[in-house]
């Protein structure tokens, strides 16, 4: 397939019907020359957990009737809940954005659990690692920040402010909402591919380990080598890469990893990255397979998975929903591509939902990873022209921490 995703890769476009009750629908995931535009809702994948999804998949395009031969959508953090993926009706060209001016916003901002309440839990999963009983080395806890618009906001308004960075994929996706709740979206700039499937060829760039950049050039450069030097952002990173190589090793005759991470940087964060190649030993093994493999990787979860997801589940007080998913397409050949949804908000209405999390491994100390989640709220706030958060507290000027 090639690269390029322009209304044609899927010849059964033509076939689709513009106007269609479902064309307000709008899946966008766009960076450099790879991008998907899709319009419309032709018709839903079944729901179901991880497990499943390439079940569901082969049997979706098995009985598809016209249309594009694409699926699209998210999957969610939690593997045991059901995913939202549809056929579009029409596969577009790259939606060129237009400059917008930030949403006007209403009352203050509060994050969710407060920066004392999260230091709590960042220091009860410390207290977790440093014991041995469940083998637990390493958790990713999240936070979040609710903002409140003055008016409903549309997802391109976000997605225009954040496509200013060509280092990351923008994304838009339409959520399940209950009947009669406004339209809901996850909307945001990711750095991480989780998985790129092109026939026996696989790709993966993880990140884990970070640091927030500087405006100064000197102090920017010292906190990237300070990176570099880390040995607990190494440690964590070299889990996260571990995983996909055992991950995609029973499914490939050839796993390839970089020997050390290298420097990965965004507008606001430094991170550690390694570039993940593989050959499939079948090319046809669908992407669907491999990523119910993969996810969620200890980037936004921790090692051993089960270990982490159940201190998640513990000390989490906002459910993660979509955040920490995956985004993505599958087509009917069994490829595709999947971002890590982070860097991201949940959009409904008036109201916006940010997410951050930070990975904790055993001599983590909680301030540290106030201060991370609060660096990494910075593209989105950013978005918002809100003052960002301080490093030490988690705060901001209208934000109630």
Known sequence: ???????????????????????????????????????????????????????????????????????????PFEPRADDALYQPERVLPAMRVQPQAPPALRGALHTEPSAEVYAAAVATAVQALRGTDAGLQKVVLARSLVAHTEHPLAPDVLLARLSTDPSVATYAVPLPVEPGQAPAWLVGATPELLLRKRGAQVLSHPLAGSARRSADPGEDQRAAQALLASRKDHDEHRHVVDAIVAGLAP??????????????????????????????????????????????????????????????????????????????????????????????????????????????????????????????FAALLNALAVQEPSTATGSAQGVSA
């Open 251 to 376: 499914w490939c005759s050839h796993v390839e990893a970089q020997a050390q991470p290298v420097l990965h940087a965004t507008a606001s964060m430094w991170h550690l990255g390694t570039r993940i190649h593989a050959t499939l030993k079948d090319a046809s093994t669908p992407a669907a397979a491999l990523l119910a493999e993969l996810h969620p990787t200890p980037a936004v979860c921790g090692t051993p998975r089960q270990a982490a997801l159940q201190r998640i589940r513990e000390l989490e007080p906002v459910p993660r929903g979509f955040y920490a998913g995956a985004v993505g397409w599958l087509d009917a050949q069994g490829d595709g591509d999947w971002y890590v949804a982070i860097r991201c908000a949940r959009l409904q209405g008036t109201q916006l939902r940010l997410f951050a999390g930070a990975g904790i491994v055993a001599d983590s100390q909680p301030q540290a990873e106030v201060a991370e989640t609060a660096a990494k």
């Open 1 to 75: 397939m090639n690269d390029s995703l322009m209304q044609g890769a899927w010849p059964e476009a033509a076939l689709s019907t513009a106007g269609s009750s479902g064309e307000a629908t709008v899946f966008l995931l766009q960076q450099a020359d790879q991008h998907v535009h899709a319009r419309g809702c032709r018709a839903s994948l079944p729901t179901g957990a991880l497990a499943t999804l390439a079940e569901r998949v082969a049997a979706f395009f098995a009985q598809q009737r016209g249309g594009p031969g694409l699926l699209v959508g998210a999957v």
